[in-house]
């Protein structure tokens, strides 16, 4: 059965050094994968896409990768922030099936 | 512009009552979807819509129906409520076809049946 992990319920680090969180799936074949940022009490926000032919992808402090032949995202935010504690979550766009299936999420928080 | 709306914010319902989460986005997108959220189990997709009057499973329909009466409405129905219905419900739009882009989402439903 198809199945998305990420890799910890939670992730503690010292503001101004870089989160890393992982996202691995099996059993699926996403032409895209995505991210969001999840608060307390609200619906999650959009923050990047990546395509299935990219290797990484940038937006400020954050980057992903996609690495289809291990099946797996990283996702990095740089000179982390205490506003930058949420819960993250991945998830897996199989294109024309039109499903977004996501991860259970990482709550991270960033330590003053 | 108002983006995804979801109604009612909260409920609380009794075992066995029925009741239509509504949601209505003003995006012009044709893909609508509700999902439920659960402590640890991230978001659980209930039922889709690629595009006005088509519906599909997802992974946990059992006990909802859902009814995509025009391009921007997207409601779902609980016939019967039971106890392991409490959750959170969001509902999300975005465009599939030619290239997808991202979801976005209500600011959910929060349920409660007792």
């Known amino acids: 059965s198809q199945k998305i992990e990420q890799n910890s319920e939670a992730l503690n680090i010292q503001e101004g050094k870089t989160a890393t969180l992982t996202c691995n799936y099996t059993n699926y074949s996403p032409a895209y994968l995505q991210w969001y940022r999840q608060d307390p009490g609200r619906g999650p926000v959009f923050l990047l896409l990546i395509r299935e032919n990219e290797k990484e992808k940038r937006k400020e402090r954050l980057k992903v990768t996609f690495d289809t032949t291990l099946k797996q995202s990283l996702f990095h935010i740089t000179a982390s922030q205490p506003a930058d504690s949420a819960t993250y979550l991945c998830a897996l766009d199989a294109g024309s099936a039109r499903q977004l299936t996501f991860g259970s999420g990482t709550q991270l928080t960033v330590l003053p | 512009n108002a983006g995804v709306t979801q109604t009612p914010k909260f409920q609380v319902l009794k075992t066995g009552q029925s009741m239509t989460l509504q949601c209505a986005q003003d995006m012009n997108h044709n893909s609508m979807y509700w999902y439920r959220q659960d402590p640890g189990m991230g978001l659980r997709l209930i039922y889709y819509?690629?595009?006005?009057?088509?519906?599909d499973k997802g992974e946990v329909p059992n006990g909802y129906n859902v009814s995509r009466l025009n391009k921007r409405e997207f409601s779902l129905r609980l016939e019967s409520a039971a106890p392991s219905q409490t959750s959170v419900y969001f509902c999300?739009?975005?465009?599939?076809?030619?290239?997808?882009?991202?979801?976005?989402f209500g600011q959910g439903t929060r349920l409660t049946v007792v």
């Open positions: 819509s690629a595009s006005e009057g088509t519906t």
């Open positions: 999300a739009s975005r465009t599939t076809g030619r290239g997808n882009t991202e979801a976005f």
